[in-house]
């Protein structure tokens, strides 16, 4: 299995409202990891969780907020957002976080995110 | 410091004709460099990567890559264009963990 699951497909949610975007793999990779990519731009870093624990967070705003429960499952829970939040979250895992490069990062579907 | 520039944001071709998508890179140390396709609402996926074992890397749909170090230079090639080539082509440089994107080309197969 080398796919990277991304669940929902779509999501639609409103300022005042608390979701969550899953993420999961089962190739036993030990890196995780949270883009955003806004139309017609590139993938942007939020965050990277190496082992389970979070060891990159690029200044994303607190209502932002990840979690990764187990190697396989990597969270994000979406709270108080803005309508310029709206983009495609893609989630990526990698067999190790390298310092050098040397990982190859699978990405999922993503989830397209709306927020009215 | 990496860093990453596509050049050409719009590249159009005729269907049979010669792909090719421009790639210059900056980074202090040998560079890992990737190409990644991204079809409508879709995600990425890996195209083909630089790893230094060899300066010409074959990929997938027959796409390739040259890595020329003389000229910071890592251009994506297809001898021939399909209508299932069109899509959005990111090139990527890591050398530190954190993938760095350009800023993307949109490939156009025109008929």
């Known amino acids: 299995d080398t796919e990277v699951t991304q669940t929902p497909k779509h999501l639609v949610m409103g300022m005042t409202n608390k979701k969550s975007l899953k993420c999961e793999q089962h190739m036993g990779h030990r890196a995780m990891y949270w883009y955003k990519q806004k139309a017609k731009k590139p993938p942007e870093l939020m965050f990277v969780?190496?082992?389970?624990?979070?060891?990159i967070n690029e200044s994303v705003p607190s209502r932002f907020s990840p979690e990764c429960p187990n190697s396989s499952l990597l969270n994000l829970h979406l709270h108080a957002l803005q309508p310029e939040d709206s983009a495609l979250y893609l989630c990526?895992?990698?067999?190790?976080?390298?310092?050098?490069?040397?990982?190859?990062?699978?990405f999922g579907p993503g989830t397209r995110l709306t927020v009215l | 410091a990496q860093s990453v520039t596509q050049l050409g944001s719009h590249v159009s071709v005729s269907e049979g004709a010669l792909v090719l998508l421009r790639c210059n890179y900056s980074s202090s140390v040998p560079p890992y460099l990737f190409w990644y396709v991204q079809y409508p609402n879709q995600g990425l996926q890996l195209l083909l990567k630089y790893t230094s074992a060899a300066t010409l890397v074959k990929g997938i749909n027959g796409f390739e890559a040259e890595f020329k170090k003389s000229e910071t230079s890592f251009h994506l090639t297809k001898p021939s264009a399909h209508m299932s080539d069109a899509a959005e082509y990111f090139c990527a440089v890591d050398n530190t963990g954190k993938l760095i994107f350009g800023q993307g080309t949109t490939l156009q197969v025109k008929p």
């Open positions: 990526a895992s990698s067999q190790v976080r390298s310092t050098r490069g040397d990982k190859l990062q699978f």
């Open positions: 969780y190496s082992y389970e624990k979070l060891s």
